[in-house]
């Protein structure tokens, strides 16, 4: 499925840095018309860029290498590839592209990565099932990186070999970003100091002595 990509200046009251297309979530959001912000969009360069993307104001800018192509699939897999996953993106594009547009992304790879992560996601989030074989033997795979996101227990799809650690299920599932201000906050255990620091005092209630 081929993408009407027209060449914008401003997307979602953002300017598009000069000769840069829209890429992944934010050319799908246009060209599909979806209804929800891109927090931190990307564009390709027409130029190379240095160490393959820059941070410019508020979009990642890419090496035009990184150009993925013209279709929903070079987009989707682009998205799920390089940017911050986007659940509520990802639903509402799910549900204005045919069903059989994901299937042939799965077909075409069905051991790949972002093909069983699409497929998975697809399902939880729509409801519906691909008609697709299940994902043939290959080693399972984490639906969020580990190093990117704060995650839940893992729970192993059988059907599509991928470990689901999202924090929620299909319905309602928060996104947290693995950042430097919030790994740095966690490594604080500020739960553990405050039950020692709990366990150490003692009062009394009613007249009568306690301790935690």
């Not at 401003?10 to 246009?30: C, H, I, M, S, Y």
């Not at 912000?37 to 820059?54: A, F, L, T, W």
């Not at 639906?143 to 924090?167: E, I, M, T």
Request: net charge positive; glycine share 8%.
């Amino acid at each position: 499925m081929k993408l009407g990509l027209a060449l914008s200046t401003v997307f979602q009251e953002k300017t598009v840095p000069d000769g840069n297309r829209l890429a992944g979530w934010a050319a799908l959001v246009q060209a599909l018309a979806i209804r929800g912000p891109v927090r931190r969009p990307s564009c390709i360069s027409e130029q190379h860029v240095r160490s393959s993307h820059r941070e410019e104001g508020a979009w990642t800018v890419f090496d035009k290498r990184y150009w993925p192509g013209d279709t929903f699939a070079d987009h989707l897999i682009f998205a799920l590839r390089h940017e911050d996953i986007d659940l509520l993106i990802l639903k509402r594009v799910f549900e204005a592209v045919p069903q059989a547009e994901v299937e042939a992304i799965v077909r075409a790879a069905p051991t790949g990565i972002p093909a069983r992560r699409a497929w998975y996601l697809y399902e939880i989030l729509t409801g519906r099932t691909l008609d697709v074989d299940n994902a043939p033997s290959a080693a399972a795979i984490d639906l969020l990186d580990p190093d990117a996101y704060f995650l839940g227990s893992p729970r192993l799809s059988k059907r599509h070999r991928v470990r689901d650690n999202l924090l929620g299920s299909g319905r309602f599932c928060p996104i947290i970003r693995r950042t430097k201000a919030l790994t740095e906050f966690r490594a604080l255990d500020l739960a553990a100091k405050a039950r020692e620091t709990v366990g150490r005092t003692g009062g009394t209630v009613d007249g009568e002595q306690w301790t935690a």
